[in-house]
């Protein structure tokens, strides 16, 4: 009996997002207390991946680069904003501006987005994201190695604006506020452009270009998240 709710107590421990804090020597000897070998076999298959949660690639998994500052958005936050976007997202031409993961992209293009071009700074985390592309025959999709201000800056003649920005950039650099405002005074949105930010909670919606509408936002503990319509 001890051990059958050790072991249930333990399977929920895999299912915090922070056990990877947790040394080899903690499970290993968990495992053994427990004589279960498949305990510690399926800790160390957790890979950097996360799950498409919705649309044609629904279950399906994407793998991302272990680097500084990456964070993927949470599945929870992701089911949340594409339940916002479930009347926006089919035939939309997207950005996704500080792409990291690729997580917003591959959702959008798994629910019906028409085109996707995702822009990432970071060498490895672009060529991964090419890849799972590659992995998924999408033919929908642009990557761009380069930043979010010389994306910005080289696109300032564009036939068509996004119908929908994500902007997710790295917490704690200050990022977020100057491309907000470059990118209102870029051709890249249009009135009804849909943009998506998430942020440290901290932020002060008062900085960001005045004809940005908030009409969703949500909180967790960590992070704030919204969407904005242009006007």
């Given at each position: ?17 922070n056990?990877?804090?947790l ?14 070998k498949k ?5 160390k298959?957790?890979d ?8 044609e ?5 994407v793998k991302?680069?272990?680097e ?6 949470l ?6 904003l ?5 009347a926006?997202?089919?035939q939309?031409n997207c950005?996704?501006?500080f792409?990291g ?14 085109q996707?071009d ?8 672009a ?8 992995k998924?025959n ?7 190695l380069?930043s ?12 068509q604006a996004y119908?929908?920005?994500?902007l ?8 977020l ?17 849909i ?10 919606i008062?900085?960001?270009?005045e ?8 909180q ?9 319509i242009?006007?």
């Amino acid at each position: 009996m001890i051990e059958k709710q050790a072991y249930q107590y333990y399977i929920v421990l895999l299912s915090i997002s922070n056990l990877k804090k947790l040394s080899l020597t903690s499970i290993d000897s968990l495992a053994m207390h427990l004589n279960k070998k498949k305990i510690r076999k399926h800790f160390k298959s957790q890979d950097n991946t996360i799950r498409i949660i919705g649309g044609e690639w629904r279950g399906r998994k994407v793998k991302f680069a272990s680097e500084k500052g990456l964070r993927p958005t949470l599945d929870r936050v992701r089911e949340t904003l594409f339940n916002w976007l479930q009347a926006d997202i089919n035939q939309a031409n997207c950005l996704d501006l500080f792409s990291g993961s690729g997580a917003l992209s591959f959702e959008a293009l798994s629910r019906g987005a028409k085109q996707v071009d995702i822009v990432e700074i970071n060498s490895t985390s672009a060529q991964l994201i090419r890849d799972n592309l590659a992995k998924f025959n999408c033919q929908h999709a642009n990557v761009f190695l380069q930043s979010a201000q010389e994306f910005i800056k080289q696109q300032t003649v564009k036939s068509q604006a996004y119908d929908i920005v994500f902007l997710d950039p790295p917490f704690n650099q200050a990022l977020l506020v100057p491309i907000c405002l470059s990118l209102d005074n870029s051709s890249l949105i249009q009135t009804n452009t849909i943009i998506y930010i998430e942020s440290e909670v901290q932020l002060d919606i008062g900085k960001l270009p005045e004809n940005w509408q908030c009409y969703r936002e949500k909180q967790t503990k960590n992070l704030s998240y919204y969407l904005f319509i242009c006007q």
